[in-house]
């Protein structure tokens, strides 16, 4: 897996020289750093969603837990926040995507992972790994791991933010377009590209690269009143 990229990028003989021994068993430090991965995975959900952070009761039980896990969380969740907070200064809809799986098959063979957390804005890119610290030391930088989840992420989101970014230059030409042929061209242009997008959406929401969260009735009301509002004012 990516987690082992380092070693197979720096010396690719191994992987065919590993595959003669049994897995080894899972260490207490690899088992600690599962439970802290859900607990960051909770919290930062309860978070986006407007809740307070707290830590199941579930994962309470569990014998690795200890309190000072959720320190290590709180740093991880606060950056990510800090980012998402920077990110929205770029573009009023950034995405942010939880336990994400990446697919980077092609440039490595059966190659995917699951990105802790993926931030996307206008030209921008943040993949995240959260690492509770524990073990084997892991430097961040030029990480094979990330590197490897980068790609995959890029693969999956660009296409989507390529099309938002034509739809989104074809609408300002077909407003100041004067010839009326032209007009058409570029008014039919942005129509297919349209639809284009939303085939692009709903396969990777299909996926689950995507995730969109269910409009509230309140919510719809409010566009609607908005739009209305809009369309009032011309």
């Given at each position: 897996g990516a987690s082992?990229?380092?070693?197979?990028?720096?010396?690719?003989?191994?992987?065919?020289?590993?595959?003669?021994?049994?897995?080894?068993?899972?260490?207490?430090?690899?088992?600690?750093?599962?439970?802290?991965?859900a607990i960051a995975e909770e919290h930062l959900r309860r978070i986006l969603a407007g809740k307070k952070v707290a830590t199941s009761k579930k994962l309470k039980e569990d014998p690795l837990y200890r309190p000072v896990m959720e320190e290590h969380v709180a740093i991880y969740t606060d950056y990510i926040m800090e980012e998402l907070t920077a990110a929205k200064m770029l573009t009023s809809d950034p995405l942010l995507v939880i336990e994400d799986r990446v697919d980077f098959s092609a440039y490595?063979?059966?190659?995917?992972g699951t990105a802790d957390c993926v931030l996307i804005a206008d030209g921008h890119l943040q993949v995240f790994d959260f690492k509770y610290g524990k073990g084997v030391p892991v430097e961040a930088y030029n990480n094979p791991q990330l590197r490897l989840y980068g790609v995959g992420a890029?693969?999956?989101?660009?296409?989507?933010?390529?099309?938002?970014?034509?739809?989104?230059?074809?609408?300002?030409?077909?407003?100041?377009?004067?010839?009326?042929?032209l007009r058409t061209v570029l008014?039919?242009?942005?129509?297919?590209?349209?639809?284009?997008?939303?085939?692009?959406?709903?396969?990777?929401?299909?996926?689950?690269?995507?995730?969109?969260?269910?409009?509230?009735?309140?919510?719809?009301?409010?566009?609607?009143?908005?739009?209305?509002?809009?369309?009032?004012?011309?």
């Open positions: 082992k990229a380092a070693q197979w990028l720096g010396c690719p003989p191994s992987v065919l020289w590993e595959q003669q021994f049994p897995e080894p068993p899972s260490s207490e430090a690899a088992e600690e750093g599962t439970l802290a991965h490595v063979p059966d190659g995917f890029l693969l999956a989101y660009d296409m989507l933010y390529q099309e938002k970014a034509l739809m989104s230059n074809i609408s300002s030409e077909v407003v100041e377009a004067s010839h009326m042929g008014n039919d242009a942005f129509m297919q590209i349209g639809q284009d997008q939303l085939k692009i959406f709903e396969a990777m929401h299909a996926q689950g690269w995507y995730q969109t969260k269910p409009a509230q009735p309140q919510d719809v009301q409010c566009a609607k009143q908005k739009f209305q509002q809009m369309r009032n004012t011309l």
